[in-house]
């Protein structure tokens, strides 16, 4: 789950990390405000999931509070990557001598939390890193021990020369990791992290990433969830426990299982067809979820044939055919559905599709190649 | 023989009241797998369907029945400390199914394990079977598999099980089919199976179904090309995804890749391994490894 970048300052905050005064408006007159305590120039920053908000318009100079109040109201409701700005974060336009960047995740490779420091921060990290990987510093931390201020200190050594800097960075190399721990994060990134002409450091934009998992047991971070920071399908499918990530195709997709998912959605690309979405029901199947995930499929005007591919282990195919009469007896489905299923209790969910003159294939490669067919005809 | 598991299982079971435990359970007993323990803090000196003795501890089950293998179908907040209570008590193998355990627990787990010598399988993953001994670990329906020469290495749970069905159907058998899982953490690698199988007097030849993200796959390429001289037949799910769903700059940073299906798909290429384009053509490009002069 990823945060915006108000609430990782939040927080980061919490931790003790300093940061440039600040706060988030959801109107003008807010924003205005906002400025108007801070004095001076700001900054207005859209919160969005998304990168490159400054190349898309979304992060703009004002010189007074009522500049603040004309920039946000240009960004208040501008789309970003297809996603609607709600709020904005105003912060002061502090001067600033350094630019560095300060990343910590769990890396399935050493599968330890790692720090990853650069004096090279900035929007251009990723050039940094892939030019010149010297620049970056990298330290596994075990996680059972956590980690050392020795090793804190030696991260902040490859940031900084003055040693009041390497102190006060060592210190917030330690709230992060504090942070991450305490949050459950699979990621938390300080970039960049400043210092201003007086000698302060400071942390100027953060990021947080939520490992989903945590969730469960961390209500609490939960409420964090901007559901009007995600595409609406998506939303609702997630609250029905479905994963789902909209796509442009014209071909809906039901699938049990990630990696099914993902070879249907490449084999109706692979007989000419495209994937109007990626849709995993998961292994216990309720015909609740099917009736769920039919809803937010057909939702989508370009979808023009539906295609179900369940391959029953957990997943009962039964579940999964009751779902299907369950749901087109609660709404009218106005376009065709294809439907393979196989495995577990598959004769069963025959005869229930075949009682309400509904047909099943065995195969995925003949259930493909009829819908593609059927969403060109529909088209 | 097979790799990991065989005639010579012993198998406890984590979580065998449970309700995904008792369930699979019963499936593993009727496929003829040898489930020796079951283990639910509380339920000591029950039986489970009058057959199979529950204990309190692992350490329990291992002392009164010699268990060597472990099975883990405990809540995802508990499941971690399940795998260190398997390893602990010096089981050698332990499979855990449990999907959604954050990825916090697995990084603190793994140290442990390794401690231990044991090797983990999972999480979140099907498990294991081996068709020639009847011997199941996990949930892989039984009855899509056969005993033969193929093994079959995936990350995928479902995407397995179409793989294994087409091969059944073909008259292709398995000698060991195993779901490593799609987790960020998880205990057993592509390579750890490659190897495994490398080393399999009656595997014959590999098939090696992989997804977009991370660098496993690639690892493994490079692994094949050095090492391993069986034919690889191999997937990659998720050509169509969607790109720039990421994680800030530091996972671009950390792996120096994106995890694409074009950059996993041209390491495959590049170690010879054969390419499925679609999961049915696993049929075809083994039959030709076969005429090459492997048997199958």
Request: proline share 5%; hydrophobic share 45%.
């Amino acid at each position: 789950m990823n945060l915006h970048e108000y609430q990782a300052r939040t927080l980061l905050k919490a931790v003790g990390i300093p940061m440039f005064d600040g706060d988030v408006a959801s109107t003008p007159t807010e924003a205005e405000a906002i400025a108007r305590r801070i004095g001076g120039s700001v900054v207005i920053k859209a919160q969005v999931h998304s990168g490159g908000r400054g190349k898309a318009g979304g992060v703009k100079l004002a010189r007074n509070p009522g500049e603040a109040a004309d920039e946000a109201a240009q960004i208040l409701g501008m789309t970003i990557k297809g996603l609607t700005v709600h709020k904005v974060l105003v912060v002061p336009a502090a001067e600033i001598a350094t630019e560095s960047y300060v990343g910590l995740i769990m890396d399935r490779e050493t599968q330890r939390p790692v720090f990853m420091v650069s004096s090279a921060g900035g929007v251009d990290i990723e050039e940094v890193a892939a030019k010149t990987p010297e620049k970056i510093v990298r330290l596994p931390v075990d996680p059972t021990y956590g980690l050392y201020p020795h090793q804190a200190l030696s991260l902040a050594f490859a940031l900084y020369r003055d040693f009041a800097q390497v102190k006060a960075a060592a210190k917030m190399i330690e709230q992060l990791y504090r942070a991450f721990i305490d949050n459950g994060a699979a990621l938390a990134e300080i970039n960049p992290l400043v210092t201003t002409p007086d000698g302060r450091v400071l942390a100027l934009d953060a990021k947080i990433v939520i490992d989903d998992n945590e969730l469960f047991w961390r209500p609490d971070l939960g409420l964090l969830r901007d559901d009007s920071a995600e595409e609406p399908s998506e939303a609702a499918a997630r609250r029905a426990n479905l994963s789902f990530i909209k796509l442009d195709g014209n071909v809906g997709c039901v699938v049990n299982g990630a990696g099914l998912a993902m070879a249907t959605m490449d084999l109706v690309k692979y007989y000419g067809g495209e994937p109007a979405n990626f849709l995993d029901i998961g292994g216990s199947s309720s015909p609740e979820k099917v009736i769920n995930a039919l809803k937010i499929i057909t939702a989508d005007p370009h979808v023009k044939a539906i295609l179900f591919n369940i391959f029953g282990g957990i997943t009962r195919t039964d579940d999964v055919a009751n779902g299907i009469v369950a749901a087109t007896r609660q709404f009218k489905v106005k376009v065709p559905i294809v439907i393979r299923l196989t495995g577990t209790n598959e004769a069963e969910a025959i005869r229930i599709l075949n009682e309400v003159g509904m047909t099943a294939l065995s195969d995925m490669d003949e259930a493909v190649q009829r819908a593609v067919q059927l969403a060109r005809e529909g088209a | 023989m097979s790799i990991f598991a065989d005639a010579a299982t012993r198998l406890v079971i984590q979580g065998i009241t449970g309700r995904e435990g008792s369930f699979h359970a019963r499936q593993m007993i009727e496929y003829g797998t040898n489930v020796v323990a079951g283990v639910t803090p509380g339920k000591g000196g029950q039986t489970f369907e009058g057959k199979v003795p529950v204990f309190n501890t692992v350490a329990d089950a291992v002392r009164a029945t010699a268990a060597n293998t472990a099975v883990i179908y405990v809540p995802p907040m508990g499941a971690a400390a399940a795998v260190i209570e398997s390893a602990d008590a010096g089981i050698p193998l332990v499979v855990c199914i449990t999907e959604g355990i954050p990825v916090m627990h697995m990084s603190r787990a793994m140290p442990f394990v390794r401690s231990r010598g044991a090797r983990l399988i999972g999480p979140n993953c099907p498990g294991l079977i081996t068709p020639g001994s009847r011997t199941k670990i996990g949930i892989i329906p039984g009855n899509i598999c056969s005993a033969g020469r193929v093994g079959l290495v995936s990350r995928s749970g479902t995407l397995t099980y179409e793989v294994v069905n087409h091969l059944t159907r073909n008259g292709i058998g398995q000698s060991t089919c195993v779901g490593i899982g799609g987790d960020p953490i998880i205990g057993t690698n592509f390579i750890d199976c490659l190897a495994a199988f490398e080393a399999d007097p009656e595997t014959d030849a590999i098939v090696m179904i992989g997804e977009i993200g991370g660098t496993d796959e690639q690892n493994a390429a490079a692994f094949v090309r050095e090492k391993v001289t069986k034919p690889v037949v191999g997937f990659i799910a998720g050509q169509t995804a969607p790109k720039g769903r990421r994680m800030g700059h530091a996972g671009a940073i950390i792996s120096g890749s994106s995890g694409t299906a074009e950059e996993k798909l041209a390491a495959f290429e590049a170690a010879g391994i054969e390419i499925m384009r679609r999961p049915v053509d696993v049929v075809t490009l083994l039959e030709k490894a076969r005429q090459n002069g492997v048997k199958t």
